[in-house]
């Protein structure tokens, strides 16, 4: 179920394992209200709404007894989906955007093309298996999803770090930081950022 009117969207999924309904601004102020379950990737999320300037909204319910793969994995989906309704036929938006962000001794870059072509790169290597009870794989799984989902491109790398907790919280303000970028409306540009005149 997708509900859009202007640049904001609202989907809601359901499943067997999960329950999500995602909302999205992409004219917002970085305004959020995060409810997923997992303490971590609340404050993840939380960073990705307030450096991309995107408000946005997620309720989700899911198999955290069986562990926190489904919950992320599909929020992923519902909030792809959602950036991809709200950017609509994609005319005026800048469509490229790129950052790097240090955190302390990490530095993580991301560059995303809204163009309509699903793609991830994923260059990030953690030191550990897990950041209290968030597995450090799901970092990946939650980017392919949105990635997927969007309609985008999106290329990570951490070139270095150490500690784990920064280079995910790195990853997530690297990744808001191009979206912010890329889903601005551009004042000189007309239609579709394209010269195949559709995206």
Do not use: C, W
Request: no cysteine.
């Amino acid at each position: 179920m997708a509900k859009r009117k202007g640049r904001t969207a609202e989907v809601a999924r359901k499943t067997g394992e999960t329950e999500i309904t995602a909302r999205v601004n992409l004219d917002g102020t970085g305004r959020a209200e995060i409810a997923t379950g997992l303490g971590f990737f609340d404050h993840m999320l939380t960073l990705l709404a307030r450096h991309s300037l995107i408000d946005l909204s997620i309720e989700a319910r899911g198999d955290l007894g069986v562990d926190g793969h489904h919950t992320v994995e599909d929020v992923g989906i519902v909030l792809g989906q959602a950036l991809d309704q709200a950017l609509g036929e994609r005319a005026g938006i800048v469509r490229y955007g790129a950052a790097a962000v240090p955190m302390d001794e990490t530095l993580a870059t991301a560059a995303v093309d809204l163009g309509g072509r699903a793609y991830l790169v994923y260059l990030a290597e953690f030191p550990v298996d897990r950041i209290g009870e968030f597995d450090v794989e799901l970092v990946r799984e939650f980017l392919l999803a949105l990635a997927n989902n969007a309609r985008m491109n999106l290329h990570v790398q951490v070139p270095y770090g150490a500690n784990a907790h920064h280079l995910a919280e790195a990853i997530f303000k690297a990744t808001a930081r191009a979206l912010r970028q890329a889903t601005e409306n551009d004042p000189r540009a007309t239609g579709v950022p394209s010269s195949k005149g559709t995206i």
